[in-house]
């Protein structure tokens, strides 16, 4: 999804004025501000980064057309110097960022912006709103994934997504974290992702009987039959599916799949597998959706209930369990020299950091905070992606992101891979010299003007 011309606006009206402020005073050297997550909820052992492919949109489409800035200009709170600035706007900064799909934790930059103070400083509230919604449904759709293990995964969440953006984008995020597909089309559309569906109640509601339901659909869908049974009677609609398959092969051929989506999913998929096999449809697939989350699904897969396929909506698109990740975009460095929040509660690590990260066995064992010149053992995760506003190197399809993301969890170790708080978070170590960086930006803070 590429931003439209107006995404200039989609911003804090803060961000403008400090805009103006800093311009006017002078304040335009270089500047270096970082993404992160202050914590994990204390429902994530990990999270999974997503979203840079649409910063990078953003960034490199970033500019005010004529029409924003004369309602700007009509708003009467910003200055001349302001709107020239504005209307001369293009994104000429450096960007260093982790590759999408990235396990990464607590006080770890996923991004690194490095501009003129105020253009690094403008960018911030679509950096944050971007990173934020991406990492914070990729994280959770890992944690379903983990719970499913082989099943299909498939995204029905739009319909109560936050928002068309939300929606779309939430497809996006689930896909990289190991989803098979999704319900929404225009993510389809966009990004390449398979998209499922099935029927709605009304289709069978609308028909005078359910077979008349089920032989519509199948005619008119022969290839991708799967059958909603759960309208009136989930057990009745399976044997009415076996006395529909004896009609004839075709008929049969044409029934794919079962879709149960409410009551006790479990019990009904058991006496539902029973009826059709018993039917000789065996090879019909079983799918459940219905307020599912990676709880429920792994209460499935534990009970082993005979699901070959499972739709996940509300609970995943909202992230129902943890809706908000304490992430934050902070400034690091100003004209050569680290900068940090002391703020209680809310500190920071001062300067631009580096986030090495070493392996044992294939298995992350630890990560270490750095100054991002200082070399330490592990390889580091963060990588240049805009030298000067231009890439770096061609971005990865969503394939490779995909790939990525299921390396990264199956690398984690075992005990951040379970849905239940781990009782040993995963060790980020902070160097010496990263102390020593702060405790330089208190020297500074501290000196008298």
Known sequence: MRPGRDDALLTDLYQLTMAQAYLEHGLTETAEFEFFVRDLPGERNFLLAAGLEQVLDYLQGLTFDEAALEWLESTGRFSRTLLDWLAGLTFTGDVDAVPEGTAVFADEPLLRVRAPMPLAQLVESRVINLLHFQTLIASKAARIRL?????????????????????????????????????????????????????????????????????????????????????????????????????????????????????????????????????????VTLFASGNLDEYAVDDLVAD???????????????????????????LQSYAGEPRR???????TWAGAKQVHREHHAGRMVRDRLTPADEAAPGHALLHPVLRGGEPVNERPGLAAIRDH?????????????????????????????????????????????
């Open 147 to 283: 719970a499913a293990r082989d099943r299909l995964l498939v995204d029905f969440g739009m319909r109560r997504a936050h928002g068309a953006e939300a929606a779309v984008l939430a497809a996006r995020a689930a896909w990289i974290a190991g989803f098979d597909g999704t319900a929404t089309v225009a993510a389809g559309r966009a990004f390449g992702i398979p998209i499922y569906g099935t029927m709605a109640h009304s289709f069978i509601e609308a028909h005078p009987d359910e077979v008349s339901a089920f032989r519509n659909f199948l005619v008119s869908h022969p290839g991708s039959g799967i059958l909603l049974i759960d309208t009136w009677d989930t057990e009745r609609a399976a044997r009415r599916v076996v006395e529909l398959a004896r009609e004839d092969p075709a008929t049969k051929a044409a029934i794919k799949g079962v879709r149960i989506d409410s009551g006790d999913l479990g019990d009904h998929a058991r006496r539902v597998r029973r009826i059709l096999d018993e039917g000789g449809l065996e090879g």
């Open 304 to 330: 082993q209930a005979p699901v070959d396929g499972l739709g996940v909506g509300t609970r995943l698109d909202v992230a129902s369990d943890a809706p908000y990740l304490d992430c934050a975009y902070k």
């Open 341 to 347: 929040k002391r703020s209680e509660g809310k500190a």
């Open 405 to 449: 993301a299921a390396a990264e969890v199956e690398a984690l170790p075992e005990a951040l891979r379970s849905l239940e708080p781990t009782i040993e978070p995963y060790p980020v170590l902070v160097s010496e010299r990263l102390h020593e960086v702060t405790r330089e930006a208190d020297r500074l803070g501290e000196a008298p003007t």
